[in-house]
């Protein structure tokens, strides 16, 4: 900072040094120490405390309050306090790493780092310094919300997102092509976040309401995302997890649990229903030539699995389709419980993915899968259930439920 210091020295008198004061109180708060303040200003180091911390009632002269700002207090335990700034403070004097002043404080390295970095001062030699009641009055001054906007504080800026929204520019193509037309301009970087807030919050009027018709979607205010825990429920009946189902499943040393899921044909607009049971990898298809909502899956389904004797029909592992949206009528139905998969999780049904890739080779992708017949199915069923398989010992699925069928009798 370049001060002019006053040259006619001669006492003020009842004259206050107001020049000197502010220009004083602007060095404060850049952090420099009482010492350079003053004698940048051109003022003895006693004035400059008085200034800073004020004075009791003397004599004939009256108490003066402090000119020091007067700071929001320290907010919750996830910031900084001023004791911990302290600390950081001595334990930097004392030459200790970042990582050492963290695990002393019991925070991540990269807080202090972080607390280092922003809030350290510069003298006019260039040399960085952290002071750590200037750090904790810089932190609370950047925390009161709201701030701001930057487009609000900005009349060019606002003039160019204007500009490039009425000619339909999304508000990311905007601020990407702010940052690489004006590189080194940083008051024109802003964030395409910034750019919606400002068309879509009420009461802010950084942008014309008029603007948000040309975005794509059109819509003048934002469209809630609900967060995870208030999703509605994906089904009318309650899902019951994977997390659920009995442990004799897992180790698939009961037989009778059964893995399914639907292949789709071209455009989504036909599919298959597969069925693998578990200890065996017994293949059982599902003819759906009408389409795939949950009531067609759900007969399909219930028509097949009344082909198996009850032993052999223990359980259903599915994923989180909505075509199995009626799984509740077809527990009723059947007395045979679905167990539904955690979301992107296909490894917990396993061999009915591993089946789906084999199946592929009958019915192949983007092709349409409602001109096969059921006998077609059927056919494809026991040439695919005869194929010896590696994890059987070279057993084929149709021997191994043979033989289940045997001890059953």
């Known amino acids: 900072m370049h001060f002019q210091i006053r040259q006619d020295r001669t006492p003020q008198g009842p004259r206050k040094l107001s020049a000197e004061r502010a220009a004083y109180l602007q060095l404060m708060k850049q952090g420099y120490s009482n010492t350079a303040a003053c004698q940048i200003v051109g003022v003895d180091a006693r004035t400059g405390r008085k ?121 990311e193509q905007i601020s990407r092509r702010l940052e690489r037309d004006f590189p080194d301009r940083p008051e024109l970087h802003v964030c395409h976040e910034t750019i919606y807030q400002a068309l879509y919050v009420q009461g802010r009027g950084e942008l014309r309401r008029e603007l948000a018709s040309a975005l794509r979607s059109g819509r003048a205010r934002r469209r809630p995302h609900r967060q995870a825990q208030q999703r509605r429920p994906r089904f009318a009946s309650p899902m019951v997890m994977i997390s659920e189902r009995p442990p004799e499943v897992a180790d698939r040393a009961v037989p009778g649990h059964w893995e399914g ?84 999780s296909p490894w917990q049904r396993g061999s009915n993915e591993n089946t789906n890739g084999l199946l592929r080779q009958y019915f192949p992708k983007s092709t349409d899968l409602s001109v096969h017949t059921r006998e077609h199915l059927e056919a494809v069923a026991v040439q695919l259930n005869g194929r010896p398989r590696k994890t059987l010992g070279w057993d084929t699925p149709a021997e191994r439920l043979a033989k289940l069928l045997e001890s059953s009798n």
């Open 51 to 171: 200034w800073r911390n004020g004075r009791g009632p003397e004599n004939r002269q009256r108490a003066v309050p402090p000119i020091t700002t007067v700071v929001p207090p320290t907010g919750p335990s996830r910031y900084l306090t001023q004791h911990e700034r302290l600390q950081i403070a001595d334990l930097h004097r004392e030459g200790k790493s970042v990582r050492a002043i963290a695990a002393e404080l019991d925070r991540d390295p990269s807080t202090v780092s972080r607390e280092l970095r922003r809030n350290a001062t510069v003298d006019p030699r260039g040399k960085r310094h952290y002071r750590p009641h200037v750090a904790q009055a810089r932190s609370d001054a950047r925390r009161p919300r709201p701030k701001p906007s930057k487009i609000a504080l900005n009349p060019e800026l606002c003039a160019r997102i204007q500009e490039l929204l009425t000619d339909k520019w999304s508000p």
């Open 261 to 344: 899921d639907l292949i789709i044909g071209a455009d989504g607009a036909s599919a298959i229903g597969t069925l693998v049971e578990r200890s065996t990898r017994y293949v059982m298809l599902l003819h759906l030539p009408h389409g795939r909502s949950s009531e067609q899956v759900r007969d399909a389904l219930t028509d097949t699995v009344q082909t198996l004797p009850r032993h052999l029909a223990r359980s259903i592992t599915w994923d989180q389709g909505a075509e199995m949206a009626a799984h509740g009528s077809f527990t009723t139905a059947t007395d045979i419980p679905v167990y539904f998969c955690d979301p992107a």
